[in-house]
Each structure stands twice: as C-alpha cells, then as structure tokens.
C-alpha cells in the first residue's frame, strides 16, 4: 500500500484542504497519516476525520519582538529531531504539506530522509513558513497565476485549491426548509470568516433595510457576533458558526459577500457563487487577502471593495451589480481550470509516487 503523509497546522484554513484530498486519495489506495502539533486545532480535525494522528513540537517564526523568538527556535529543533523519528517508522512514499510552522521541521526531516514533498500555497505570496520549505520541495501547489512567477523554475504548478467534496453536495430545497425563505426572491450569503469581520457585519447592517428589499439574507456573522436587536428581522437569518448545513446555504445562495482568505475564495470558486470580495486591510495583515482579491478581479471571478472604501452605498450598489451581471461571473468561472483542484493535486501525488518506484 502507498503511504502518504499529510502535513499542516495552526488554522483551519491549513488543515481542511489536507482533508478535502482524503477521501480520493483513500479510493487510490493510500494509507494516510497526519503530522501536526502536539494539540493545535489540525489534531482535532484529524481525529474527526479517522486519520492516524502524530504531533510533534513546533515554534513559530516571527517578523516581530517576542520573547519566545528566544525559545521557539529550539521547540523547531525538537520538533526535527520528532519528525524524522516518526518518518523514519511511517516510512512515506510522499509528503504533502499545507503550510503552518509545524510542517517546517516535517519538511526538513523529509528532505534529510530523500523523502519526496509536496507543498501547496494558498495565498498569491508564499507564507514565511513555505517560503523556508520550497527549495525542499518537489513540486508547490498553487492557486494563482502571479505566484508561479515569484517560485523556482519548473517547482510551482498552478492547481487551485482543494476544497471538501460536500460543499459540492448542497441541497437548496433543503436550505429552504431550514430557512424559510421564499425560493421567489435572491438569496444573499454574508461570510465573514470562522471569527467573523467587525468591519463587513457593522455595514452590512448598516445597510440591512435597503439589502431586504432586493435579498433575503443569510450571515454568518462569527462568534459572539450576533446582533440580538435583528433576531427577528423577517427575511435576514443570523449565524455565529454553520457546519454540516454550510452546504445547503451555499447551493440556496444567489450572491455572495466574503473576506478574500485563499481557502473561502476558491470555494466560490468551485461553487461558482458570484460575489463580491472585502479584502482585510494592509494595516491589519500581510497583504495576501488583497493581492487574492485582486487576481479573482483580474480573472473576472469576483467583485472587490477595498475595507476603506465600504459604505452603506457602496455596499449596496456592488452587490446589486454582481447580481445583475452574475451569469457572466458564472461563465468565466465555469471556464476556470482550477476547478477540479482534488484531482489534479491527487494526480500529481501519483506521478511523484510512481517516479520514485512505490506502486
């Protein structure tokens, strides 16, 4: 039997794409295994999922003054000598890995043991940890375009990102039953991210009054986000947190307003929601939601209104426009060859496979 191991931790957004490969690499016949921290949240994830889960210490490398920068860089060290211990005993034909600074060490142990490595990176920039991983890899996985150019030669292969089978698998009658909504009037779904956006809830209820009369409106607003004066607003739904009717929402949804975080665009993308895109700001990130934002402008996937720029006006009058010209969205993304971003990562873990003699 092959034998892959999945690598990536620290936020959801590093572990739900490892899961979204599992079941098509478990139907090819892979043994699978995780490697994480000793209790980040990709344990969690993992166990749910039935893998076979090894942590390991991890630090975290920082641009910025800490007292831990003092201490972290030997919990990495630790965390080499783990990895390589427990490579050395799985003995993997394959490593793919997701990002986070616990795959730092995984992926150095990998490349002493001439282990082959897979890394995906989700954001147009490569983040600090992958940055430190490329020159190990075989193969980098990518959701833009732009970021080919800033990677070696020959290594970056644009695939897109994987997502879960399931939100493939929405029911919009189910949705509607769940909701109560009325299946005569447009749906628009408010996603803010698993921690919700102060910035995007505050005018989308800002705007509220003058949104109903076009959409109901379902938003999933975050935790300890919900506004308790709107519980009974009729047509306007609010959530801290959706799991398994995620699905359902998103097959109901006509439009869309998100963050531009690369996991939550590209399944927009696959799901080919029109939509519209409030990037986080400069001031409170690295930049890589706005350079997201702007490469699915450029490819014609998404609207954007940049954090400085949103009013209630403004929001209302993008919005309206992405419902009105959504089939031409859909027709570009239907064109999109990132689409299938499962099989094509799955396709290349099998020729990394075979070019290093597991069958």
Do not use: W
């Amino acid at each position: 039997m092959k034998r892959i191991v999945l690598t990536g931790g620290g936020t959801a957004g590093h572990v739900t794409p490892n899961l979204a490969l599992l079941p098509l690499l478990q139907e090819r016949g892979y043994d699978v295994h995780y490697i994480g921290s000793k209790n980040g949240i990709e344990k969690q994830l993992a166990l749910v999922a039935g893998i076979p889960y090894n942590g390991i210490s991890s630090g975290k490398f920082r641009r910025y003054f800490d007292l831990k920068n003092f201490t972290d860089p030997f919990r990495v060290i630790k965390g080499f000598g783990q990895a390589k211990k427990l490579l050395r005993e799985l003995q993997p034909d394959v490593i793919f890995s997701k990002g986070g600074f616990v795959t730092v060490p995984v992926i150095f142990a990998a490349k002493r043991l001439k282990i082959p490595v897979i890394i995906h990176e989700s954001d147009m920039t490569p983040g600090l940890a992958n940055k430190l991983s490329v020159s190990s890899a075989s193969k980098i996985c990518c959701n833009f375009p732009e970021t080919v150019e800033l990677l070696p030669t020959g290594k970056a292969v644009v695939t897109g990102c994987p997502i879960r089978e399931e939100l493939l698998s929405g029911s919009r009658l189910k949705a509607l039953e769940t909701t109560g909504f009325s299946p005569d009037k447009p749906v628009l779904l408010v996603i803010g991210g698993s921690l919700g956006s102060v910035s995007v809830n505050t005018a989308v209820r800002k705007a509220l009054s003058q949104l109903l009369t076009q959409f109901q409106i379902i938003h999933i607003c975050g935790k300890k986000n919900l506004a308790e004066n709107l519980m009974d607003q009729p047509g306007y739904l609010q959530y801290e947190y959706v799991s398994s009717p995620l699905k359902d929402f998103f097959a109901l949804a006509d439009v869309a307003i998100s963050r531009a975080g690369a996991n939550a665009i590209c399944e927009l993308l696959a799901l080919r929601k029109p939509n519209l895109l409030i990037p986080l700001s400069a001031a409170a990130s690295r930049g890589d939601q706005l350079l997201n934002a702007a490469s699915f402008e450029k490819q014609g996937f998404s609207a954007v209104l940049q954090e400085e720029d949103l009013t209630t006006e403004s929001l209302i009058q993008t919005v309206s426009e992405v419902y009105q010209n959504r089939t031409a969205y859909q027709d570009r993304m239907s064109r999109s060859p990132l689409v299938n971003a499962v099989g094509t990562i799955v396709d290349m873990i099998d020729e990394i496979c075979e070019r290093s003699g597991c069958v």
